[in-house]
């Protein structure tokens, strides 16, 4: 694997760690997401890093096997352009459902 890949790829896998430890921290429930702004911010802050992460990679490596990595990328740009249209459901949405997938994929490609 390029080295830059796999540099970009541990960047997604370090932000996922920090939003795993946000919800330790915080809890796992959507109203605390959704009442806490420094929470939310976190969260959006580490989805803009794995947002870019995934753009430099696919410059690298268009045919990388990460399921949905153009939609990795639209979010990112989604989170950063239309912040004042960014709904918590959708967030929380990405952090409960999509996250964890994305991990075991990424932890996949770097034992590869």
Known sequence: MDERIAKYINDML???????MALQRFGKQYENFESD???RKFVE???????????R??????????????????????VIHAYDSLKADIL???????IPRLKKELVGLLNV
Do not use: C
């Not at 802050?45 to 753009?55: H, Q, S, T, V, Y």
């Open 92 to 98: 929380w949405a990405i952090v409960v459902n999509h």
């Open 45 to 55: 802050r580490n989805i803009e890093i794995m947002g870019e992460a995934m753009n």
């Open 14 to 20: 370090q932000s996922i760690s920090e939003i795993e």
């Open 37 to 39: 702004v420094v929470f």
């Open 57 to 78: 990679i696919l410059k690298i490596d268009s045919s990388i096997d990460i399921t949905a990595a153009r939609k990795i990328v639209d979010t990112r740009n989604y």
